[in-house]
């Protein structure tokens, strides 16, 4: 299936797109190369524009240029394509706890078509004031997740609350953590401190 169309299908009808994608079979792999990475590059150049080209101003002091654009643009790449694949093996860890059938096929699935609306929501950080907004696109996700994990994990409806609390609070730990290891890394190299700035 073509990526837009399988974007444009798990927004607008999640529940029929979950049945089609529990009959495919793409690894952890072919989903990284062919989906995440390639949705991924969306907000790792409007985050390169942001920062490379435009900037902000901090008490009259303009933080922002090339190295800040690739700077954060790596560091926003990285962190999304291991914080999906980190999020998967913990999502398919935690299934037994939740009654919850334990294939890690079904939870990168699972995982990685829930990111979709972050991925894309991610391109309004180009505009300032839409950062927010983009943002809060990822919640979308969140209700993606609740659709699909029913359908991809063959959880207990009596189960579904509780997975997915815990499945965000993972993911919410793993982007955090792997953000304050990437921006010591990043700002290390590059030598502007970006742990002391927050961009996304």
């Excluded at 979709?116 to 839409?130: C, H, K, N």
């Excluded at 030598?191 to 961009?199: E, K, P, Q, V």
């Amino acid at each position: 299936m073509k990526i837009i169309d399988r974007v444009k299908n798990i927004i607008v009808s999640p529940a029929t797109e979950w049945v089609a994608i529990d009959q495919e079979s793409s690894s952890l792999q072919q989903l990284v190369i062919t989906y995440l990475i390639p949705l991924s590059l969306l907000g790792t150049a409007a985050t390169f524009i942001r920062w490379g080209f435009m900037g902000v101003s901090l008490l009259s002091i303009h933080l922002g240029g090339i190295t800040w654009g690739i700077s954060f643009a790596i560091e926003f790449l990285v962190r999304i394509i291991l914080g999906a694949i980190i999020t998967t093996y913990v999502v398919d860890a935690l299934a037994p706890t939740f009654k919850s059938e334990k294939n890690i096929t079904k939870s990168a699935q699972l995982v990685i078509y829930s990111y979709t609306p972050m991925l894309i929501g991610a391109i309004l950080i180009i505009i300032p004031f839409l950062g927010v907004i983009g943002s809060l696109f990822g919640l979308y996700g969140l209700y993606l997740l609740y659709t699909g994990v029913h359908i991809m994990k063959k959880t207990p409806e009596d189960q579904k609350i509780g997975y997915i609390v815990v499945s965000i609070l993972v993911l919410i730990a793993v982007h955090f953590v792997i953000g304050m290891i990437l921006s010591s890394v990043f700002g290390g190299m590059m030598g502007i401190g970006m742990g002391t700035y927050s961009h996304l």
